[in-house]
């Protein structure tokens, strides 16, 4: 059984760091592209970053480029959101997904907020 489970999220003051993981279980990981999404109240779910299954390619949301950092350890089964320079514009919850065979798989999501 897929499974993604969320790590990392809480408080944070603006302009302070956070780093989230995602361990994956249930598929052979190092075979597929992960990515990490954010669904913020009242708004739809967004894409935040992707990394590559193979070369660790990555792209990102222009709101995140130069601060966030999406990572992978394939011996940990594990995706990575190092965040930093957090804005109050970043809370939102944050999911962790991977597509396989067309059907996308969610994590439970970790709560990320940023304010004074």
């Known amino acids: 059984q897929v499974q993604l489970v969320e790590s990392g999220g809480g408080l944070v003051q603006p302009g302070g760091s956070l780093r989230l993981s995602c361990a994956a279980s249930?598929?052979?990981?190092?075979?597929?592209?992960m990515s990490w999404y954010r669904q913020a109240p009242g708004k739809e779910r967004e894409l935040v970053a992707t990394?590559?299954?193979?070369?660790?390619?990555?792209n990102y949301a222009n709101s995140v480029k130069g601060r966030f950092t999406i990572s992978r350890d394939n011996a940990k089964n594990t995706v990575y959101l190092q965040m930093n320079s957090l804005k109050p514009e970043d809370t939102a919850v944050y999911y962790c997904?991977?597509?396989?065979?067309?059907?996308?798989?969610w994590g439970q999501g970790t709560q990320v907020t940023v304010s004074s």
């Open positions: 249930g598929f052979t990981f190092s075979n597929y592209a």
């Open positions: 997904t991977t597509r396989r065979f067309g059907v996308r798989t």
């Open positions: 990394i590559a299954s193979v070369g660790g390619s990555t």
